[in-house]
């Protein structure tokens, strides 16, 4: 079993910046792969970016060049960066972790082990 907690959301004026971590604990040997969804007010959950044991990257278009994933294996842990930020932003962002690496780009919600409870991002204009 694997636990991950997120950490860092809050509020932030528009064109600021949040770093979100999130720290993986049990069995982490099995995150090969991690990623960051996001989930804002009467949508559905969408994903963002994820990254694998070796670091490579894959987000969402919509994300390129504002959001940097990256992770530190000794720590666990997973972060997610966040610049020039937007209103549309606001939303709760998940953390997810697959024991099984599918490549790059395959970011389907229902191939995700693990969930984070999620943390609280609000960006106000």
């Known amino acids: 079993q694997v636990q991950l907690v997120e950490s860092g959301g809050g509020l932030v004026q528009a064109g600021g910046s949040l770093r979100l971590s999130c720290a993986a604990s049990?069995?982490?040997?099995?995150?090969?792969?991690m990623g960051w969804f996001r989930q804002a007010p009467g949508k559905e959950r969408e994903f963002v970016a994820h990254?694998?044991?070796?670091?490579?990257?894959y987000y969402a278009d919509s994300f390129k060049g504002r959001f940097t994933i990256s992770r530190d294996n000794d720590k666990n842990t997973v972060y997610l960066r966040m610049n020039n930020m937007k209103p549309e932003d606001t939303a709760v962002y998940y953390c997810?972790?697959?024991?099984?690496?599918?490549?790059?780009?395959?970011?389907?919600?229902?191939?995700?082990?693990?969930w984070g409870q999620g943390t609280q991002v609000t960006v106000s204009s």
């Open positions: 049990g069995r982490t040997g099995v995150t090969a792969d």
């Open positions: 997810a972790a697959r024991s099984v690496f599918l490549g790059l780009g395959d970011y389907r919600k229902s191939t995700w082990d693990y």
């Open positions: 990254i694998t044991r070796s670091s490579g990257t």
